[in-house]
């Protein structure tokens, strides 16, 4: 990609150091950075919660089918569009970085103010999913390949191949077995039926049904392999709508003689 | 004869620049008040006095706030947005390019106010709702968790997106001239998660009183979400703009030109 004379111009101009065109454009990379980091926090934690969210909220809906398969396909969305005008057009492979950064910090500052302060759930109940390292390596690939059918294949299938086993460790304490009510449940279970949410009834809550707990791990395994596969595809579609989104350009401004500005050709004919 | 050279260059030089962030830091305190006062208060009045719609004290308490949101925000809106259409730079043409530029870095420190406005809505009060919600049986569209995100925090960021537009149309010949497209989504896919909200709400009253959050009857928040991603085009539009700015009001060792 070559630089316009009047980038190269730009270029050698802030590249002095403490110049006046350095200074402005150090302010101008500020205030993007603030307002990326609030406005990405916002949509992509909208986004993730009224999509994902029911199986984020609770740590007895983290089962090993829905959540799994699910929740990667839904991160996966924001970050690949998001892709397209940083790192295509800017050269910053950190879109889903910032995207699972911005996410995590939002959900955290939400669980405690809403989940644990208000409504008194104990943090057990409501901790929010590990998505980091999926994100990350979505950004390590497209970095390293700079290419974007070879970003959806290997980038959009780690963020779901990366998902069950950044989680498991924080997991597998809440898979324990246990005897409840002479029934065989699990750790997540029972904190799930000693702390009701009376507005969700129970047969909306997920429990495992009995033939995945009889397959061993293995629905862990189908199950992101399955999500991995659906990631690579929407990583594509959404880096398109990306670059779409980002290319709109502009319409005429009917009301731009009120400022002084000449009214366009076609419209004074 | 040096100090006279001296003299002459340092008249010659242009007043250096400097970012005007009073409207940025004035929003941002305000913002925060608004936001915490309102967190707060769910904190004392929601478990005391939010349960039961019937209830009087849930008329004193709650509704009492609803209405005066709901009165003093139309106001706000129409003054604000009436006052930049009113005081609009009527000779665009004439601008320099050094005002250009100012009124550009202003107008950039401001989204940061809608940024953070946006996030509070679409983050912190958003999933509010859902702890509030999932616990609490609804029995009425107005509960304490609704008063705060659809009727404050949603008007909050529409009242300045609209106002950062019509600074951007009235004050910024780049957006005068011809009006971005990712600007309209970046103001206008916010907006709609308001008239989004009637649908909810219609959608809670006649057919889904239980409460799980990913029901598809909350996707239309969702699809309004996306337009955020409209904000990676604006960056790009701005950047080149930036660019063409700078390249008038700089030289080439960066200074600015008087």
């Known amino acids: 990609m070559s630089l316009t004379a009047e980038e190269a111009k730009l270029l050698k101009a802030i590249s002095v150091p403490n110049s006046d065109a350095a200074k402005i454009v150090r302010n101008f990379d500020w205030i993007v950075v603030v307002v990326l980091l609030f406005a990405v926090t916002a949509a992509f934690h909208i986004h993730f919660m009224l999509t994902a969210g029911d199986w984020d909220f609770w740590v007895d809906w983290k089962d090993r089918m829905y959540w799994v398969t699910l929740t990667p396909m839904i991160l996966v969305i924001i970050p690949a569009a998001l892709s397209y005008p940083l790192m295509h057009k800017l050269g910053l492979p950190i879109a889903g970085t910032v995207c699972g950064l911005c996410l995590v910090i939002g959900e955290w500052v939400s669980r405690i103010s809403g989940f644990h302060l208000w409504a008194y759930f104990p943090y057990s109940l409501v901790w929010p999913a590990i998505v980091l390292p999926g994100l990350m390596l979505m950004d390590l690939f497209y970095m390293l390949f700079r290419n974007v059918f070879l970003a959806s294949v290997f980038g959009g299938g780690a963020v779901a191949m990366a998902f069950a086993p950044a989680n498991w460790p924080i997991l597998a304490p809440y898979h324990v077995p246990v005897v409840h009510i002479e029934q065989l449940v699990n750790v997540a279970d029972v904190i799930g039926y000693s702390f009701t949410r009376t507005a969700t009834p129970e047969y909306l809550r997920f429990i495992e049904r009995g033939t995945l707990r009889t397959f061993g791990g293995e629905s862990t395994l189908v199950s992101t392999f399955f999500s991995a596969f659906v990631c690579m595809i929407l990583f594509y579609m959404w880096w398109r709508i990306g670059q779409f989104l980002s290319n709109l350009g502009t319409i005429p401004n009917q009301l731009k003689t009120f400022v002084g500005l000449e009214a366009d050709k076609d419209e004074a004919k | 004869m040096a100090a006279i050279e001296e003299e002459v260059l340092a008249s010659q030089a242009a007043k250096p620049f400097k970012m005007n962030l009073k409207p940025m830091a004035v929003g941002l305190v305000i913002l925060s008040i608004i936001f915490f006062t309102a967190r707060w208060y769910q904190q004392w009045a929601a478990w005391e006095y939010g349960l039961d719609a019937t209830n009087p004290d849930f008329d004193t308490y709650w509704m009492s706030v609803f209405w005066a949101q709901i009165i003093i925000e139309p106001i706000i809106f129409v003054a604000l947005v009436g006052y930049l259409w009113l005081t609009r730079d009527k000779h665009l043409n004439n601008l320099t390019p050094r005002l250009e530029l100012e009124r550009l870095m202003l107008w950039l420190s401001c989204l940061v106010v809608y940024g953070f406005a946006f996030y509070f809505a679409g983050s912190i009060f958003a999933e509010g709702d859902a702890s509030w919600h999932q616990t609490v049986v609804r029995d009425t569209s107005f509960t304490p968790s609704h008063i705060f995100v659809f009727y404050l925090c949603m008007p909050v960021y529409i009242i300045i997106g609209f106002s950062l537009f019509t600074y951007a149309i009235t004050r910024i010949p780049f957006f005068a001239e011809k009006i971005s497209i990712p600007l309209i989504l970046v103001v206008c896919g916010p907006f709609m998660l308001l008239p ?63």
Do not use: C, R
């Open chain 2, 196 to 258: 989004t909200v009637g649908y909810n709400e219609w959608g809670h009253a006649f057919w889904l009183m239980e409460e799980y959050f990913t029901v598809p009857l909350h996707w239309g928040f969702v699809f309004f979400g996306w337009s955020i991603i409209a904000l990676g085009g604006l960056l790009l539009q701005v950047m080149g703009y930036l660019v063409e700015l700078l390249g008038k009001v700089t030289d080439e060792q960066g200074k600015l030109i008087k």
